[in-house]
Nanobody, 125 residues
Framework: QVQLVESGGGLVQAGGSLRLSCAAS??????MGWFRQAPGKEREFVAA????????YYAGSVKGRFTISRDNAKNTVYLQMNSLKPEDTAVYYC????????????????????WGQGTQVTVSS
């Protein structure tokens, strides 16, 4: 069983920054990702990182503003969020994927096996 503990959410003004962390216990992973869900909307992909080689993937809406990184020794993934916008307001979830396929980016919710409890990010205008 994998447990994911997220931290770092909060309230920030537009243009500000936040860094989310997600510490994972248990087994090794193929990838870890961040997703978000705003009220009344479906959960959407934000960013992901291949655990072994470090390849990263971003949603178009966050590319250039968000950076995903990992600390293999700590089994922790980070999401540095800069230039935040009100439309970034959502509950952010981290997730782990046990397996994947070469050439298939881990950007879909069904590719992930374990999910964190979520952390609220609110960006005021």
């Amino acid at each position: 069983q994998v447990q994911l503990v997220e931290s770092g959410g909060g309230l920030v003004q537009a243009g500000g920054s936040l860094r989310l962390s997600c510490a994972a216990s248990g087994r090794t992973f193929y990838a870890m990702g961040w997703f978000r869900q705003a009220p009344g909307k479906e959960r959407e992909f934000v960013a992901a990182i291949n655990w072994s080689v470090g390849d990263t993937y971003y949603a178009g809406s966050v590319k250039g503003r968000f950076t995903i990184s990992r600390d293999n020794a700590k089994n922790t993934v980070y999401l540095q969020m800069n230039s935040l916008k009100p439309e970034d307001t959502a509950v952010y979830y981290c997730a782990t994927s046990r397996s994947g396929r070469v050439g298939v980016p881990p950007i879909r919710t069904y590719q992930y096996d374990y999910w964190g409890q979520g952390t609220q990010v609110t960006v005021s205008s």
